[in-house]
């Protein structure tokens, strides 16, 4: 294959791939309209104490933005029978295609009587955790009948606010540089 | 303006390729925390990929050669 023929291919797998990823990304909403969604008989919210946010799948929210610490309080609850029975579920985060998704948390009864749950949760994340990163968190409750939801969320911030952010900008301009270096012929 | 025409001397196509990769992931992980797109987008996955092939094309045809005097 010739040097043009090579930069041709190059090229097209470049604008193939730049014509994915812009298409994906306008149908997962990334420009603000996200919606949020909830299936099944389940009813869940969340109140983010201090800030007033309230986090509903089942309505439509676009990116909730958390605090880097804080407390919660959350309510949930599913239209079935208060009978003995097998439920579980588990809450994860969605990781880009290819990577598998990590799980945050899962529980399991197998003797369940309660239809409902209240309570508060409290979280502190380390400082240095990059923030603005918009991640979705997918959910599902299995029971006598299933629930599904999945919300999208941030940590409050932006690229300046932590150290990794700042790390990533220099050396994002130091691989720049090399890269630039590389597109110089030898012997200069 | 004369168009780019590919060098006959010795390329750096590996130095292009791992820094462009390098350089895209970087960019990604910038673009995240800009809230660009969303940490499941298949840009995070496509991104460094298409710097990947950038830099290896920018080490082959060095398009920069106006600076070798």
């Known amino acids: ?42 009813q869940v919210t969340a ?20 605090p880097l610490s804080g407390s919660a309080n959350y309510s949930g609850s599913i239209a079935v029978p208060a009978e003995e029975r097998f439920a579980g579920g588990s809450v ?3 990781t880009p295609p290819g990577i598998p998704s990590f799980t945050i948390k899962s529980w399991e009864d197998p003797v369940a009587e309660t239809v409902g749950d ?3 949760v409290s979280w502190d994340l380390p400082g240095a955790l990059p923030r603005g990163i918009i991640f979705t968190v997918e959910g599902v409750h299995n ?10 969320v941030k940590v409050e911030g932006g690229i300046t606010d932590s150290p990794v952010g700042l790390a990533s900008v220099a ?6 540089a090399v890269l630039g270096f590389a597109a110089i012929p030898r012997g200069l | 303006m004369t168009a780019i025409q590919p060098s006959r001397g010795r390329g750096r196509p590996v130095l292009g390729a791992v820094f462009g990769l390098l350089f895209g992931l970087f960019l990604t992980f910038d673009l995240l ?22 830099g290896l094309a920018l080490g082959i045809l060095q398009p920069l050669k106006f600076l070798k005097r």
Request: aromatic letters at 4%; glycine letters at 12%; one cysteine or more.
């Open chain 1, 1 to 42: 294959m010739t040097r043009r023929g090579m930069l041709s291919f190059v090229l097209a797998i470049c604008g193939v791939l730049s014509v994915v990823g812009v298409a994906s990304a306008q149908a997962a909403g990334s420009d603000g309209s996200i919606p949020a969604r909830l299936t099944g008989p389940c």
């Open chain 1, 47 to 66: 109140t983010i104490n201090g800030t007033g946010t309230t986090i509903d799948p089942s309505s439509s929210g676009g990116v909730y933005t958390v």
């Open chain 1, 92 to 94: 994860w985060v969605v």
């Open chain 1, 118 to 120: 209240t309570g508060e």
């Open chain 1, 143 to 152: 029971d006598t009948a299933t629930c599904t939801g999945a919300i999208t």
């Open chain 1, 171 to 176: 050396l994002t301009l130091v691989t720049a």
């Open chain 2, 33 to 54: 925390m800009m809230s660009v797109f969303a940490l499941d987008s298949v840009m995070v996955i496509a991104l460094p990929i298409i710097m990947l092939l950038v």
